[in-house]
């Protein structure tokens, strides 16, 4: 891509996000923030831009660092500095939470090769959200090799892949190789079914990253109880809320199955609950335990608004529309900061919770298939990675399924 000044740079990046759906607020914070970074590149003499340039811009401007600790940092400041990393690198900016909200028009070129390789995944089973981030990694592969004038798989060469891993250093370790996962099986799918002659597949580094450094830390048992202890139940909000953080404290569910929780997945008869997965698509069935039926039961009676949703979780206050996840993992992070637990270093959220569901099961030395099974995950390999399990406690756990 050509180099850009600053301004240019400002000036297409800003253009790129409205063409990728971004909201009236970040568009606003990315036309304030850009005034101030042109000011701030006057008074350093330079007209150029860099990542490294662009957090120390935060850090000098906004005191980035001591924000962050103090945890009032507005994430939308580096997502500005990031979609301006992203345009340069790239010429292009994609925004991951407006990824369901429109459809993927891949170039010509390469449109018949994407397609099929989506189909194919369809086709053996892999859900549809995976599928939309997959195409979401190859519209960028495919923005790249259109800046380089690269219009079909005929013309595209091993340096050209090199090149487009190297212009993702902007991006964190974990975007990198899920970015180069896509890249790497949509190659070797054309390769294997003669859509190109070169086979680049095994010729392509695998960027790999520490998985368990992102892992979430958990609760104790106690500090677990003194949360739900702390909820009043004399309040709507509290109701609905003690109902929720139950489900994921007792039962393990993500706060994307939470949000979806429909009156139809719910068996009072068998005392269960079934459901498909929202992340990973498949069955799960839990039993419904009795303090978690009890909580539903009183949210449902006393503190659920009248509406036609058949969500059973809905908005307190109008218009009673369906919960989405991040307002599911944001209720258990107010619940903590208003209890005063301060755990420092530790992630306040729904996925914490349901990581010391984990904890507790493995201390009680719960065979690992069955905690996988709890969490719905598809491999015990998940779960290991997920729980830290160290050699004495796998050695447990293979000795209770041996018995």
Not at 82 to 98: I, K, P, R
Not at 193 to 208: A, D, R, T, V
Not at 317 to 323: A, E, G, Q, R, S
Not at 348 to 360: I, V
Request: glycine share 4%; charged share 25%.
């Amino acid at each position: 891509m050509e180099k850009l000044t600053l301004q240019q740079l400002i000036n297409q990046t800003g253009e790129a996000l409205v063409q990728a759906g971004a909201s009236s607020y970040y568009q606003k914070v990315f036309k304030t923030l850009t005034k101030q970074l042109l000011l701030y590149s006057h008074e350093q003499g330079t007209d150029s831009f860099s990542m490294d340039f662009g957090l120390q811009f935060l850090e000098d401007h906004y005191s980035m660092s001591s924000k962050i600790a103090l945890k009032k940092w507005c994430t939308a400041y580096s997502r500005c500095i990031n979609a301006l990393a992203e345009y340069q690198s790239s010429g292009n900016v994609v925004l991951y939470f407006a990824m369901d909200k429109r459809a993927y028009t891949f170039p010509e070129g390469f449109r018949y090769s994407a397609e099929a390789y989506i189909s194919h995944r369809e086709d053996i089973g892999i859900i549809k959200k995976s599928n939309k981030i997959f195409s979401l990694y190859l519209e960028r592969f495919f923005t790249f090799l259109s800046r380089k004038n690269i219009a079909s798989l005929d013309t595209l060469s091993l340096k050209d892949v090199l090149d487009f891993m190297a212009s993702l250093n902007c991006y964190e370790k974990p975007t990198i190789n899920h970015t180069m996962r896509a890249v790497r099986y949509y190659l070797k799918y054309c390769y294997e079914h003669g859509l190109m002659e070169q086979e680049m597949f095994s010729k392509l580094p695998n960027p790999h990253y520490n998985r368990q450094i992102r892992l979430p830390s958990s609760y104790s048992a106690n500090e677990v109880t003194k949360l739900l202890d702390s909820i009043d139940l004399g309040n709507l909000c509290g109701i609905r809320d003690y109902a929720i953080i139950l489900l994921i404290a007792r039962l393990g569910l993500r706060s994307s199955d939470v949000a979806n929780l429909r009156f139809s997945n719910i068996d009072w008869e068998r005392e269960v609950i079934h459901l498909n997965q929202v992340k990973a698509g498949n069955p799960l069935e839990l039993p419904l335990l009795e303090d978690v039926g009890e909580a539903i039961i009183n949210y449902l009676k006393n503190a659920r608004p009248k509406t036609d949703s058949d969500h059973v979780f809905v908005r307190q206050v109008p218009p009673y529309t369906d919960f989405n996840p991040g307002a599911v993992g944001a209720l258990v992070r107010v619940r903590l900061q208003r209890l005063g637990i301060h755990l420092k270093g530790k992630k306040k959220g729904s996925h914490t919770l349901r990581h010391s569901l984990a904890s507790r099961l493995l201390e009680h030395e719960i065979p690992l298939p069955v905690i996988s099974e709890i969490l719905g995950h598809t491999t015990t390999e998940t779960t290991m990675a997920y729980l830290h399990i160290d050699i004495t406690e796998l050695r447990k756990c293979a000795l209770e399924v041996a018995i």
